[in-house]
């Protein structure tokens, strides 16, 4: 079956540090990926769309400025939370298309990224 | 605007017995709905779809039902398994996928 890729699983630093969360589709090329946050007992909430080689498109709500989508390959994109604080504390899960958004394809999820910022 | 809502955070169930997690929606364009299975420290995998022009899936032991006219669907497990203890989560996909709050499946050995 089709195998997302996510990494780091978990991370905790320093309240400032920029933080990069890194999502690879390892046996299918992927348009499209998506990146969700989820709080404790809520359900995923979508941060963005991941469109590859264009810019991504960010839901309501969501500072592009803050959480920066970078969609450079078929294969990748990454999240980078920058000079993140302790509200950015979350558990982030990326997932990626096979096809197009509509159909009946399922999104493959990541194992998500534990992100604490002390 | 959750447009997707499981108001069931939580549901016991014996083993051997017939599980049936339930899901509303308002969003009538949704085309899709989809069910997934998380297990702690893990992404969701995906479980089984319905395409919005039917109203059952079947897939083993797993039968996804829907009622366009209620705006609802099920996910009936029989029999269930200790192994099917997880968080469901449903979805309706209309460009974009709505997921809801998850209901987190116990089966009782």
């Known amino acids: 079956g089709a195998v997302v890729s996510q990494h780091p699983s978990w991370v905790i630093c320093k309240s400032g540090t920029s933080v990069k969360i890194e999502c690879r589709s390892l046996?299918?090329?992927?348009?499209?990926m998506f990146w969700y946050r989820q709080f404790p007992k809520q359900s995923l909430m979508l941060m963005a769309t991941s469109n590859e080689g264009s810019k991504a498109t960010y839901e309501q709500g969501v500072e592009k400025d803050k959480f920066l989508i970078n969609h450079a390959s078929l294969t990748l994109s990454t999240l980078t939370v920058t000079s993140a604080h302790p509200e950015d504390s979350s558990f982030y899960i990326c997932s990626a298309l096979r096809g197009a958004v509509g159909g009946n394809q399922p999104q493959h999820f990541g194992d998500g990224t534990r992100l604490s910022i002390l | 605007d959750q447009q997707v809502k499981q108001n069931s955070p939580s549901l016991s169930v014996q083993e051997g017995r017939i599980s049936i997690l339930n899901c509303d929606y308002t969003?009538?364009?949704?085309?899709?709905f989809l069910w997934y299975k998380k297990y702690p420290a893990e992404g969701p995998t995906f479980l089984i779809s319905i395409s919005s022009i039917k109203d059952k899936n079947e897939d083993g032991r797993f039968t996804v039902f829907l009622n366009k006219s209620a705006k609802h669907l099920s996910l009936h497990i029989v029999p269930s398994q200790p192994g099917d203890s997880a968080v469901y989560f449903c979805?309706?996909?209309?460009?974009?996928?709505?997921f809801g709050s998850g209901t987190k499946l116990n089966v009782k050995p």
């Open positions: 979805a309706g996909n209309f460009n974009k996928f709505y």
């Open positions: 046996d299918f090329q992927a348009t499209t």
């Open positions: 969003n009538s364009m949704f085309d899709y």
